[in-house]
């Protein structure tokens, strides 16, 4: 079987940012320097002018500042080139209504990638998908420019955008307090604590009243909202 050569490794999670240079609807970035210091959220989307992709982008839109507060900026992708984008993206604004969204403007950097060399890096051309389109990828990249989640969604599939500013809020969490969250938690919902090294540390840890041990490896924590939103939103 004849080797392919121009197969690209995604990046995984706990890795740096593969770096790129690219032109935007913004300017020029320099990924991931440009954004030391903050997260970042690079999605690609299959193309302009289509429906689903039109949608989601309002919606990040709509979203953007909240996302902001969080201290992560947003930065989208596809195979496009820039007047194509420009133009995509004026219609949004002059012509579309979506889920009672209008007059949407999108701020934020869209990439042109007609070489489908940011693509690439990225792993986000899957041929069993479409040799020509980006899927639905989305890379959270943290403030020393490491991937910590990778969420991928097939051509067909709107992504839930609860869902990415929870798993942002959830991950930064986790930084902040040392702690793991459960399934489905939301700000304000206990949090989980790490399992004890130790005979003597889960025996101690059985026994402390602000923790609440199912057994030694299962235990939870009161975590307020306020204490969460504190620590992780923008003032």
């Not at 440009?34 to 989601?56: M, N, Q, R």
Request: charged share 25%.
């Amino acid at each position: 079987m004849e080797e392919n050569n121009n197969v690209n490794v995604m990046p995984r999670i706990g890795e740096k940012a593969p770096e790129f240079v690219a032109e935007t609807t913004q300017g020029q970035i320099n990924f991931p320097k440009d954004y030391k210091g903050s997260w970042a959220i690079l999605f690609s989307h299959p193309a302009d002018f289509t429906p689903v992709c039109t949608s989601e982008f309002m919606t990040f839109a709509n979203m953007e500042d909240k996302f902001a507060e969080a201290n992560c900026k947003l930065v989208g992708l596809s195979v496009d080139g820039l007047t194509s984008h420009i133009a995509w993206l004026r219609t949004i604004q002059e012509k579309i209504e979506f889920n009672g969204m209008k007059n949407i403007e999108v701020k934020f950097p869209l990439i042109e990638d007609i070489s489908m060399d940011v693509s690439s890096k990225y792993g986000m051309i899957m041929p069993g998908e479409s040799n020509t389109k980006a899927v639905r990828a989305v890379f959270f990249v943290d403030p020393k420019g490491i991937i910590r989640a990778i969420i991928y969604y097939p051509l067909s599939l709107g992504r839930n955008f609860d869902e990415l500013y929870r798993a942002l809020i959830a991950m930064q969490t986790a930084d902040e307090f040392g702690v793991a969250t459960p399934a489905d938690w939301n700000p304000g919902d206990d949090v989980i604590i790490s399992p004890a090294g130790t005979c003597g540390a889960a025996k101690e840890r059985m026994e402390d009243k602000d923790i609440d041990c199912k057994d030694w490896f299962f235990c939870t924590k009161k975590m307020p909202k306020d204490k969460v939103l504190k620590a992780v939103l923008k003032k």
